[in-house]
């Protein structure tokens, strides 16, 4: 068979890294890829959004099944468009990426199906938001509607701060058509985990839990970002609470969009918060977690092309019934190392060192995110730059095994949280 991944970061490489170990696959091609998937898969100069154009070049290379990473073209209608032209893939419709394309669609059925989440309400004008935010008080939390790249989620410890997030988001357009509209909602306390899923609308199997750390600094401090790291899986999430996630969250979640004559196919990525009062869910995503599933496909024992077919082609019920997905028991954490100011400005460029020693100690791999080839070296090309992921006994043995491998790997003004795992000790 031959697959196309779509995207560039460390989820993609480990995606084409995970799906070149299949033994259904020949070759595998990455657009656009990065230095790391170029090891393992044909990168392909062609962006990620350009729809019209991986349509081509899927058809013209009779690709079996694209994979698609992140959410722009997700939103775009990937899906549909691949469909049209009888195009195998691995990724739901544009109305079905709507759970992650639109906070307000997502929290209406949240509420219409009764999946636990924070209360809210969604608002078209800055006037009546600003009334809600100063009746309900703070801390809460305004979120733009459409995707903002991952800045578009304020949690606001005063009435003033919420009010500017309405303004930045409504008047100012930060976040551009993102902002049309705005969710303020109550603001939730607890450990957050990232629950990924497996769905053709019919059956669901669930991917091994994990845990993501957002904050730039140690300690949870600090900025916002993509996400510096991440292990799985995350014990705070016991079997009991994970039923309770997959029949309350998920489930209800699944099935409410088919009531809505919305059947979706491929990963539901649930971010949910462990509160007193139970999980809730702080967002749905349509898409593979970045870095979660740096934490979890080298613990998939699975083939992931067969889950993938099975997915796509609304037979996971068979796919399940013949055995499903098997998990290596050893735990796995991720560290991203990123580029000096990230979040911030950052530079590009910069000569990377020390990959190949950390890529041979045994169980890391290093999976590259922001990277590019120039002149036969490896530079930075982007604000989170790698992301070591190693295997251990324990949680403990994964984390010195990892930071061990961190300790081979050099770039200028490179940064990474030191505190990856810390939560699971
Ligand atoms: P989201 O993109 O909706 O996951 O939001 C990004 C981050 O903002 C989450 O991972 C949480 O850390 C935080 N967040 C979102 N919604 C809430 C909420 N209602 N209460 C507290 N924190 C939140
Ligand atoms: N790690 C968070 C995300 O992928 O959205």
């Known amino acids: 068979m031959r697959i196309l991944v779509v995207g560039s970061g460390g989820r993609e490489h480990a995606l084409v890294w995970k799906i070149s170990q299949s033994k259904l696959v020949d070759r595998v091609f990455c657009a656009p890829g990065n230095a790391g998937t170029a090891a393992q898969a044909e990168n392909i100069d062609i962006r990620a959004d350009d729809i019209a154009r991986l349509v081509e070049f899927a058809r013209a290379e009779k690709i079996d099944l694209t994979v698609v990473g992140p959410e722009v073209p997700l939103t775009l209608g990937i899906a549909d468009e691949f469909q049209k032209y009888r195009l195998g893939i691995f990724a739901p419709n544009k109305a079905a990426a709507a759970m992650e394309g639109s906070k307000v669609f997502s929290k209406e059925l949240m509420r219409k199906y009764k999946v636990p989440t924070a209360d809210f309400e969604a608002f078209g004008e800055p006037a009546a938001a600003c009334a809600y935010i100063e009746k309900i008080g703070a801390p809460c939390v305004v979120k733009a509607d459409g995707l903002a790249a991952g800045k578009g989620v304020i949690v606001a410890k005063t009435v003033d701060e919420a009010r500017t997030a309405v303004r930045q988001i409504m008047q100012d357009r930060v976040f551009g058509a993102a902002g049309n509209r705005v969710v303020i909602e109550e603001c939730l306390q607890g450990q957050e985990a990232s ?158 060192q020390g990959l190949d020693e950390a890529a041979a100690m045994q169980d890391i791999v290093v999976f590259h995110a922001g990277t590019k080839r120039d002149n036969g070296s490896v530079v930075t090309s982007g604000g989170r730059v790698l992301c070591v992921a190693g295997c251990g006994a324990d949680i403990r043995a994964a984390r010195d095994r990892t930071y061990r491998a961190v300790g081979k790997i050099h770039f200028e003004g490179m940064q990474y949280r030191t505190d990856i795992g810390r939560h699971a000790l």
């Open 195 to 352: 629950i990924l899923v497996l769905t053709d609308s019919k059956e669901v199997i669930p991917l091994a839990s994990s845990q993501d750390h957002k904050r730039i600094f140690d300690n949870d401090l600090g900025p916002n970002t993509g996400g510096m790291g991440a292990y799985s899986p995350a014990p705070v999430v016991t079997p009991a609470i994970f039923e309770e996630i997959m029949k309350k969250i998920v489930y209800r979640a699944i099935d409410g969009l088919a009531k809505e004559g919305i059947a979706y196919r491929g990963i539901l990525y649930a971010g949910v918060m462990l509160t007193r009062d139970g999980p809730k869910t702080l967002e749905f995503n349509a898409r593979f977690g970045d870095p979660e599933t740096e934490a979890i496909l080298p613990r998939l024992r699975s083939d992931i092309v067969e889950a993938m077919l099975a997915t796509a082609g609304g037979n996971l019920g068979k796919y399940k019934k013949a055995g499903g997905l098997s998990w290596h028991p050893r735990p796995c954490i991720c560290v991203v190392c990123a580029a000096g100011g990230y979040p911030g400005e950052y530079k590009k460029g910069v000569p990377i």
